[in-house]
């Protein structure tokens, strides 16, 4: 049984930090890559940051640059964003996708790991919000 779970939200106030975790079960991570995703109200989910389990390259999106840093176990099979510097316009819902095809061409990666239809298996998802 495919499952994949987030957890690590909650409430922060800005410049403040979380560490987000995403484990996954009952598939190979093996060619994958995962990423996150994040989902305002009112607004389209957008990637946040994405990473290959074949070689640990990374992507982050412009507004996240230099704040968050993506993460990676293998043996535990489990991802991690490390946020940091949070501002209130952090505040989304947080979900984790696994793409199952990665493509570890790092100029096919870069163009295709915003797409979300990319992704097989997305978790629930875990709210975070930056508010003082």
């Known amino acids: 049984q495919v499952q994949v779970v987030e957890s690590g939200g909650g409430l922060v106030q800005p410049g403040g930090s979380l560490r987000l975790s995403c484990a996954a079960s009952?598939?190979?991570?093996?060619?994958?890559?995962v990423g996150w995703f994040r989902q305002a109200p009112g607004k389209e989910r957008e990637g946040v940051s994405v990473?290959?389990?074949?070689?640990?390259?990374?992507y982050y999106a412009d507004s996240v640059k230099g704040r968050f840093t993506i993460s990676k176990d293998n043996a535990k099979n489990t991802v991690y964003l490390q946020m940091n510097s949070l501002k209130p316009e952090d505040t989304a819902v947080y979900y984790c996708?696994?793409?199952?095809?990665?493509?570890?061409?790092?100029?096919?990666?870069?163009?295709?790991?915003?797409?979300?239809?990319?992704?097989?298996?997305w978790g629930q998802g875990t709210q975070v919000t930056v508010s003082s």
């Open positions: 996708a696994v793409d199952r095809r990665w493509d570890t061409r790092p100029v096919e990666a870069e163009r295709l790991w915003r797409q979300r239809g990319r992704y097989d298996y």
């Open positions: 009952g598939f190979s991570f093996d060619y994958s890559a």
């Open positions: 990473i290959s389990m074949t070689d640990g390259a990374t």
